[in-house]
């Protein structure tokens, strides 16, 4: 059984920065592209950026794009998501997760983490 620890969530002001952290474990960490989705209030869940198995190649959701940067540490089974410029649009609940093809995040969730940016 996978286990996902989101942290770093917090209250920012537009404009400010955020640094998520995401430790998993039971599963072998360094042979899966890895991710981070979010849940905004009222809203279903959406992709927000992905990192391939060797940190060699990364994607972002536009909305994003420019703001935020996924980095990873397979030797800590850890993924990252540095948020810069932060809006109030990325409020939400945060998670990381594997990614499968087409984006598609893999089964188990952790409990994600919450980042309020006020305006």
């Known amino acids: 059984q996978v286990q996902l620890v989101e942290s770093g969530g917090g209250l920012v002001q537009a404009g400010g920065s955020l640094r998520l952290s995401c430790p998993a474990s039971?599963?072998?960490?360094?042979?899966?592209?890895m991710g981070w989705f979010r849940q905004a209030p009222g809203k279903e869940r959406e992709f927000v950026a992905v990192i391939n198995w060797s940190g060699g190649m990364t994607y972002y959701a536009d909305s994003v794009k420019g703001r935020f940067t996924i980095s990873r540490d397979n030797a800590k089974s850890t993924v990252y998501l540095q948020m810069n410029s932060l809006k109030p649009e990325d409020t939400a609940v945060y998670y990381c997760n594997g990614v499968l093809p087409g984006l598609r995040p893999m089964d188990d969730w952790g409990k994600g983490t919450l980042v309020t940016v006020s305006s």
């Open positions: 039971g599963r072998t960490f360094s042979s899966y592209d």
